[in-house]
């Protein structure tokens, strides 16, 4: 009896068993079909995007960052399965080339909220590029609140404050910036050169614009002279600061041989050039 009992608890464990792998295995099933599809609304948006179907292209990055969360749950079994953060930097990006500032602007932030750095500077200079200075001098202040070593975040607030009609601020920003940029370089990437870099160079033309227009000329024509001083050989780092030092002279012949072949790095770089540009007929 007691063998005959024994043997029956064991069939009926087998069989939980064997219906917990049955249910297991189609659980499995359905959540790879589930990822199966969501993967092919993911791939199908960039190709949309490709092809210039923003709309669609934005509609189905929506889709996909609004189902992962439940799809990807509890296991992703495929490889390389887009994160959620890789989807809203997606949708950013076609937001803001179909001219949707504000859900560019929102995508952008979930992507960095989701992995910090992912999307910040597309955010940045889209704040820039549509007029929102102000916004920028917020999201560069909170920055640097984070991490007062932080170099660009010095120079974003310089960029907000220049495009706010702030430049002796920005000025104070962007020398800031220059202070705390040796160590962040040593910390971020020890290998590098020495000498001039090429983000201090960015940052004395825009630190040397900045001054020229917050009405120190002196401390304008000194910054900018540091980064021939400092240049070796190549092409010359100094153009934006040269032509603004060669506008305020009057000497337009002189501004056009420094920013002809100029090519601005970001939106802030882009409307000091607009400035020194002749205006079209």
Not at 1 to 16: K, P, W
Not at 256 to 277: C, F, N, V
């Given at each position: 009896?007691?063998?005959?009992?024994?043997?029956?608890?064991?069939?009926?464990?087998?069989?939980?068993l064997l219906v917990l792998a049955?249910?297991?295995?189609?659980?499995?099933?359905?959540?790879?079909?589930?990822?199966?599809?969501?993967?092919?609304?993911?791939?199908?948006?960039?190709?949309?995007?490709?092809?210039?179907?923003?709309?669609?292209?934005?509609?189905?990055?929506?889709?996909?960052?609004?189902?992962?969360?439940?799809?990807?749950?509890?296991?992703?079994?495929?490889?390389?399965?887009?994160?959620?953060?890789?989807?809203?930097?997606?949708?950013?990006?076609?937001?803001?080339?179909?001219?949707?500032?504000?859900?560019?602007?929102?995508?952008?932030?979930?992507?960095?909220?989701?992995?910090?750095?992912?999307?910040?500077?597309?955010?940045?200079?889209?704040?820039?590029?549509?007029?929102?200075?102000?916004?920028?001098?917020?999201?560069?202040?909170?920055?640097?609140?984070?991490?007062?070593?932080?170099?660009?975040?010095?120079?974003?607030?310089?960029?907000?404050?220049?495009?706010?009609?702030?430049?002796?601020?920005?000025?104070?920003?962007?020398?800031?910036?220059?202070?705390?940029?040796?160590?962040?370089?040593?910390?971020?990437?020890?290998?590098?050169?020495?000498?001039?870099?090429?983000?201090?160079?960015?940052?004395?033309?825009?630190?040397?614009?900045?001054?020229?227009?917050?009405?120190?000329?002196?401390?304008?024509?000194?910054?900018?002279?540091?980064?021939?001083?400092?240049?070796?050989?190549?092409?010359?780092?100094?153009?934006?600061?040269?032509?603004?030092?060669?506008?305020?002279?009057?000497d337009r012949p002189a501004v056009?041989?420094?920013?002809?072949?100029?090519?601005?790095?970001?939106?802030?770089?882009?409307?000091?050039?607009?400035?020194?540009?002749?205006?079209?007929?």
């Open positions: 009896m007691l063998a005959t009992a024994s043997r029956r608890r064991i069939a009926r464990l087998a069989l939980t049955h249910l297991a295995a189609f659980g499995a099933y359905v959540l790879r079909e589930r990822q199966s599809q969501l993967l092919s609304v993911y791939l199908d948006a960039r190709d949309q995007w490709r092809d210039g179907h923003l709309e669609v292209a934005a509609r189905e990055y929506r889709t996909f960052v609004a189902s992962r969360p439940s799809v990807a749950w509890p296991i992703v079994l495929f490889r390389n399965f887009p994160d959620a953060a890789s989807g809203w930097y997606m949708l950013g990006r076609v937001e803001a080339e179909r001219g949707g500032v504000d859900a560019a602007l929102e995508a952008f932030g979930q992507s960095m909220r989701l992995v910090p750095g992912r999307g910040r500077r597309e955010y940045r200079d889209l704040l820039l590029r549509s007029g929102r200075g102000a916004l920028l001098v917020s999201f560069a202040t909170e920055e640097a609140r984070a991490d007062p070593d932080s170099p660009v975040a010095a120079k974003d607030l310089g960029a907000g404050l220049l495009a706010t009609d702030q430049p002796a601020a920005a000025a104070i920003a962007y020398q800031h910036a220059l202070e705390l940029l040796p160590q962040w370089r040593r910390r971020t990437d020890p290998g590098a050169p020495a000498g001039l870099s090429s983000e201090e160079a960015d940052l004395l033309n825009l630190l040397s614009v900045a001054q020229r227009m917050a009405g120190q000329p002196e401390r304008a024509d000194t910054t900018c002279a540091r980064i021939a001083a400092a240049t070796q050989r190549g092409a010359p780092l100094d153009r934006l600061c040269r032509g603004y030092r060669a506008a305020a002279a009057g056009l041989r420094a920013i002809t072949g100029y090519a601005p790095p970001a939106p802030e770089h882009e409307a000091l050039l607009r400035a020194l540009q002749p205006p079209a007929d």
